[in-house]
T-cell receptor, first 115, second 118 residues
Framework: DSGVTQTPKHLITATGQRVTLRCSPRSGDLSVYWYQQSLDQGLQFLIQYYNGEERAKGNILERFSAQQFPDLHSELNLSSLELGDSALYFC??????????????FGSGTRLTVV | AQTVTQSQPEMSVQEAETVTLSCTYD???????LFWYKQPPSRQMILVIR??????QNATENRFSVNFQKAAKSFSLKISDSQLGDTAMYFCAFMKRYYGGSQGNLIFGKGTKLSVKP
């Protein structure tokens, strides 16, 4: 157990639907990162939050949004889902502001299948 | 923008032998970190080894070591005495280090699938 909890582990939904992925960071970590892993694109950075505020944005579609709550858990909302959104979505956390020597700690991911 | 390239999509090695995975990166930054992550069939992302760009000494973690060539922008991973449990996807990753030590996001290569054969 890495300490980063992602729910659900698996999700199957239809095109056009909306889903929410949840992430609880490791205790003490203020930063949360979301990544999308698909077969053809590898691991793509989506968005970073630090202590409730958006810190950096990557290749995140307008149909996707995220937020980090006061208790530091984060949610990634995916709407108007398309077949191409099928992927493994990772959340990672880190102690921002300190030496990033240890990099991130990753959760076990949410496998999203859009049918 | 930074990019990370892993030129070997797949590799295989016999158990107990040594294998080297290649990684090159492109950046204009001088202060950064490099990482190797392992992703076994369980899909969990596991940190294998990390290197700070300002340290010339190559990092070592048990059977895993790196060959960091900053001028050449090369960061290869050597796995000695390969074990069946080393079978996994291996990702090379780059992270810019900001002033004050705050963290940027990880930029990953596309990965190398390593199979360790008995």
């Amino acid at each position: 157990d890495s300490g980063v909890t992602q729910t659900p582990k698996h999700l199957i939904t239809a095109t056009g639907q909306r889903v929410t992925l949840r992430c609880s960071p490791r205790s003490g970590d203020l930063s949360v990162y979301w990544y999308q892993q698909s077969l053809d694109q590898g691991l793509q950075f989506l968005i970073q939050y630090y202590n409730g505020e958006e810190r950096a944005k990557g290749n995140i579609l307008e149909r996707f949004s995220a937020q980090q709550f006061p208790d530091l858990h984060s949610e990634l909302n995916l709407s108007s889902l398309e077949l191409g959104d099928s992927a493994l979505y990772f959340c990672a956390s880190s102690v921002a502001g300190r030496d990033p020597w240890n990099g991130y700690t990753f959760g076990s991911g949410t496998r999203l299948t859009v049918v | 923008a930074q990019t990370v390239t892993q030129s070997q999509p797949e590799m295989s090695v016999q158990e107990a032998e040594t294998v080297t995975l290649s990684c090159t990166y492109d950046t204009s930054e001088n202060n950064y970190y490099l990482f190797w992550y392992k992703q076994p069939p369980s899909r969990q992302m596991i940190l294998v080894i990390r290197q700070e760009a300002y340290k010339q000494q190559n990092a070592t973690e048990n059977r895993f070591s790196v060959n960091f060539q900053k001028a050449a922008k090369s960061f290869s991973l050597k796995i000695s005495d390969s074990q069946l449990g080393d079978t996994a996807m291996y990702f090379c990753a780059f992270m810019k280090r900001y002033y004050g030590g705050s963290q940027g996001n990880l930029i990953f290569g596309k990965g190398t699938k390593l199979s360790v054969k008995p």
